[in-house]
């Protein structure tokens, strides 16, 4: 899902605060959430999380990951 869907999602659980990280180690920033896809995630799905515990590792879409 797209970076900016998966915001949504978390902030729908109650969770206002959460992170994201450029997967390709290159530190880019994530300016517009929806041009960038989810790839993992800590914690792991499922597990509880609260105020800023999320953090999305993602890659511009189109970029090549092992998700």
């Given at each position: 899902?797209?970076?900016?869907?998966?915001?949504?999602?978390?902030?729908?659980?109650?969770?206002?605060?959460?992170?994201?990280?450029?997967?390709?180690?290159?530190g880019?920033?994530?300016?517009?959430?929806?041009?960038?896809?989810?790839?993992?995630?800590?914690?792991?799905?499922?597990?509880?999380?609260?105020?800023?515990?999320a953090?999305?590792?993602?890659?511009?879409?189109?970029?090549?990951?092992?998700?």
């Amino acid at each position: 899902m797209n970076l900016q869907t998966a915001q949504n999602t978390i902030q729908a659980a109650g969770v206002f605060f959460s992170r994201s990280a450029d997967a390709t180690g290159a530190g880019r920033m994530q300016v517009l959430d929806s041009n960038w896809i989810v790839v993992g995630q800590q914690p792991s799905p499922g597990a509880l999380v609260g105020e800023g515990d999320a953090v999305l590792s993602v890659v511009k879409i189109g970029e090549p990951s092992n998700c």
